[in-house]
């Protein structure tokens, strides 16, 4: 498997999420969010600031989810990733 153009390679990350007032939110709420937490596995060909095992939050609304090599990965543009850690 190879990333190509601008496309970026990511494995999501599960989280708890917690609100201020100190209640965990389920796996479903948290999935529920515009925004996710996803290791970078393999930036595509033309992507210039991703490395692979970077950590982003990326825009869920514009990605797509495929299973290769049976494991589930989602790929996503490199202008959809909102915040580098």
Not at 12 to 19: A, G, L, P, R, S
Not at 23 to 43: I, N, T
Not at 64 to 77: A, G, H, Y
Request: glycine share 4%; proline share 1%; hydrophobic share 45%.
């Amino acid at each position: 498997m190879k990333a190509i153009g601008k496309n970026v390679v990511v494995a999501k990350i599960e989280e708890e999420v917690k609100t201020e007032s100190g209640l965990l939110l389920s796996a479903e709420d948290a999935s529920a969010f515009r925004y996710q937490k996803a290791e970078v596995l393999m930036p595509g060909t033309e992507v210039a600031h991703l490395n692979e095992g970077d950590v982003v939050y990326y825009d869920t609304s514009r990605a797509f989810t495929l299973v290769v090599n049976e494991k589930t990965v989602t790929i996503i543009q490199e202008r959809d990733v909102v915040v580098v850690l």
